[in-house]
């Protein structure tokens, strides 16, 4: 797997674990999978910082695989942990935060087999509604990253099938932008700040990478795609305010999306 599966905001990554955060009674090799997959977050915030060009949250040109390390070495703490000590989590109240962290791990390493697998087994053992929401765009999150991929995969000039392919997937009526529209709307997040701006940042990521595909298609698509593009645009406004309506005018997150969505979809936010 290579850089580019370096993925996301690890700002948004941060927020995440801040739902995850474990009581006193943690064991060991679960809050050590906890800080490791918080010291990802922490390296991908880092490289997304340091990188000069505007363009999609994605875009991470990051020397080194050290986030990728450090996922790696949570899901190896999660797997032993959940196969050698599964009944003492399960009777600490544990077991659904290691499994929805685990679900999480294996979304950043790109493992979609493991990832659904692992998923099922979390909803099984009992989450709470905000772990719930968390399994569950795992979904989504990984299906916007294989978007992602192939969009990357295009050489000069993507093709249209592909192009349509992500499209699709992006926007259709069982796309990534309707699931997260869907879990925005939930009571959970309704009530819930820091998993609203999550999922708002995602929104808009998904909006800016679609919109960097149409940038790449033949002059001849293009022109046949011109108007659904535009729409993508105008809709990623409603979102965008309420992401300023949560953190400011000024705080650096939206400013970051605010020049991402003008970049890509050529918006005047």
């Not at 719930?132 to 093709?159: E, F, H, N």
């Not at 535009?230 to 305010?241: A, F, I």
């Amino acid at each position: 797997m290579n850089n580019a599966t370096i993925r996301n905001t690890a700002r948004t990554l941060c927020i995440l674990l801040t739902i995850l955060m474990l009581s006193g009674c943690a064991t060991y090799h679960l809050r050590n999978a906890q800080n490791a997959f918080r010291d990802g977050a922490v390296e991908e915030w880092k490289a997304l910082n340091g990188q000069q060009e505007t363009g999609t949250v994605y875009d991470l040109a990051v020397g080194d695989k050290e986030p990728l390390a450090n996922y790696r070495y949570a899901l190896d703490e999660l797997d032993g942990l959940l196969k050698e000590d599964r009944a003492s989590l399960e009777n600490d109240g544990l077991l659904g935060t290691a499994l929805t962290l685990q679900t999480l791990c294996l979304w950043k390493l790109g493992d979609e087999e493991r990832r659904g697998e692992a998923a099922k087994a979390a909803k099984a053992a009992g989450l709470t509604p905000e772990q719930i929401i968390l399994v569950d765009l795992s979904k989504p999150l990984a299906k916007a990253d294989r978007m992602y991929d192939l969009y990357k995969a295009a050489p000069r000039i993507i093709g249209f099938e592909d192009y349509l392919t992500i499209k699709g997937e992006l926007y259709g009526s069982k796309g990534v932008d309707q699931m997260l529209k869907a879990a925005l709307n939930g009571p959970v997040v309704k009530k819930n700040e820091v998993l609203k701006r999550t999922i708002l940042i995602y929104r808009l990521t998904v909006a800016a990478n679609y919109c960097r595909a149409f940038g790449i298609l033949a002059d001849d698509h293009r022109k046949d795609e011109l108007a659904y593009f535009k729409q993508v645009g105008k809709d990623s406004h409603e979102p965008l305010m309420d992401l300023k309506s949560l953190t400011g005018p000024d705080s650096p997150v939206f400013m970051r999306m605010r020049s991402l969505l003008n970049s890509a979809c050529t918006c005047n936010y």
